[in-house]
């Protein structure tokens, strides 16, 4: 099977795609609302010694065990485990990236949507109100049928590019779309900057603010750090397993967590220096991106051409993260079921988009199959994957190294490709330490705090 594999055409090309898998539209706010409210540039410190320990680490294991195996997450775990029940953390896997899709697929919409209204001149009328900004937007995602025929264009994209292939399809679709992403990206943090008051933003950004650095803002970037590079859902395992043996995973994770970061603050540095430059409120959150910036767009010279670069930008981080989610899904059939490539794309990502569809229903199109819960399909889709799914995924992926496969094989095989780099391996065993037991304390925060109603921290 491994040697009929697809494999990645080049090393940039595989860097360049599992970067764009980890940015996504998170990255656009989530970072610079959190860095914002939470200290800035001492939140922003804070942050970044997580990535390095416990985005860093689960990040190498990934691509180490799909390297290793050549297989998607299940197959994987079977391989070098047969027999035992570890082959239920790659089916986690699978699961998360089926439970993400549904509900990213509809936001991805969203945005398709304001590429749409942006080009028409449709954010004129909301200029400096974002009250107005708020109600156009909320009558918009509780409709019933526009939010899904956008949600069907953005999915059948995916569906598009995935058919293609790992070098035809991904790799070919990211060297594209990355650059891109960057460019417009500096293109748009640049403008900021030259707004009258917008360096008051990378004040309110960067500038440390100790006092501000509450133990709940630790908990914060310590689970941002996880989640924003793609892990627990088997997208990192499946793209290292097209890998060949020369790659040099360390650098290429370390690639791959430095672009990943030079975006979301670039992406602080765009948003908050228009937000500063125009006097509005910076603390809104996903607010922001929908409410917010439409409000503010049509106030700049050009605003038309602004709004639309940045949507188009937002489009692209979106489809670059979904496209590697649904890879992990079509790569389950093709290993585990002997399913061709199209036949895989096409069955299961029309099936995620059915349940997609539910997810936008539950906004206001009178279906919500979970409002027994008190919450939208879509909400509970999101806090499942991102609650529990997720970090129980990469927490047992790091255990799985140290008490299952062996730290002694896991070292040989990352060893491949590393020439004369050396890396202890206590060193990493600490990191993997670190990185089970910081996400485990998430998880069991999170339980408590739905169990008592109260965080032990955050």
């Not at 079977?78 to 509900?103: Q, R, T």
């Not at 649904?326 to 079921?337: G, H, N, P, R, S």
């Not at 670190?434 to 408590?448: D, K, P, S």
Request: with cysteine; charged share 10%.
């Amino acid at each position: 099977m491994s040697s009929q594999r697809e494999q990645w055409g080049s090393k940039l090309g595989f860097i360049l795609a599992a970067s764009g898998s980890a940015v996504g539209i998170g990255n656009i706010w989530k970072y610079p609302s959190m860095a914002g409210q939470n200290g800035g540039g001492a939140f922003t410190i804070v942050y970044l010694a997580c990535i390095l320990i416990v985005g860093l680490s689960i990040v190498v294991a990934e691509f180490v065990i799909g390297r290793k195996t050549q297989l998607s997450p299940v197959g994987a775990f079977e391989k070098l485990a047969p027999g035992s029940n570890w082959k239920w953390v790659g089916f986690l896997g699978v699961a998360s990236a089926f439970v993400i899709l549904s509900f990213y697929g509809v936001v991805g919409g969203w945005i398709l949507k304001y590429i749409i209204d942006s080009i028409l001149g449709g954010f004129n009328n909301l200029s400096g109100n974002p009250e107005a900004a708020g109600a156009v937007f909320n009558g918009f995602i509780t409709s019933t049928y526009s939010p899904v025929l956008y949600q069907v264009l953005f999915m059948g994209l995916c569906i598009f590019v995935i058919v293609q292939g790992v070098k035809g399809g991904i790799e070919k679709w990211s060297k594209i779309l990355m650059p891109i992403i960057i460019v417009l990206l500096a293109v748009l943090a640049i403008r900021g900057m030259t707004l009258e008051g917008g360096m008051e933003g990378l004040s309110f950004l960067f500038n440390p603010r100790f006092e501000d650095l509450t133990a709940s803002a630790i908990v914060l970037a310590l689970g941002h750090s996880f989640f924003t590079v793609s892990l627990g859902m088997g997208t990192m395992i499946t793209y290292g397993s097209y890998l060949n043996r020369e790659q040099n995973l360390m650098t290429s994770a370390l690639w791959v967590i430095l672009l990943d970061t030079a975006i979301a603050m670039l992406a602080g540095v765009a948003i908050f220096t228009t937000v500063f430059a125009l006097g509005a409120n910076p603390a809104e959150g996903p607010g922001l991106i929908f409410v917010i910036l439409p409000s503010i767009f049509p106030q700049l010279a050009g605003g038309t051409i602004w709004a639309t670069l940045f949507f188009i930008l937002l489009f692209m981080a979106a489809l670059t993260s979904a496209i590697s989610i649904l890879e992990v899904v079509t790569a389950y059939f093709i290993d585990q079921k002997g399913w061709s490539r199209k036949k895989a794309t096409i069955q299961f990502g029309s099936i995620i988009t059915i349940v997609g569809v539910f997810c936008s229903f539950s906004l206001g199109g009178g279906v919500n199959l979970t409002g027994f819960l008190g919450m939208s399909f879509f909400d509970v889709m999101d806090y499942l994957s991102s609650k529990y799914m997720l970090p129980i995924g990469g927490m047992l992926t790091a255990i799985f190294i140290l008490h299952k496969w062996g730290l002694k094989e896991y070292m040989n095989e990352l060893r491949e490709g590393m020439n004369n780099m050396s890396v202890p391996d206590k060193l990493v065993k600490t990191f993997l330490i670190i990185a089970a037991t910081i996400v485990g304390f998430i998880i069991f925060n999170e339980i408590y705090f739905t169990i008592a109603g109260k965080a032990l921290i955050g």
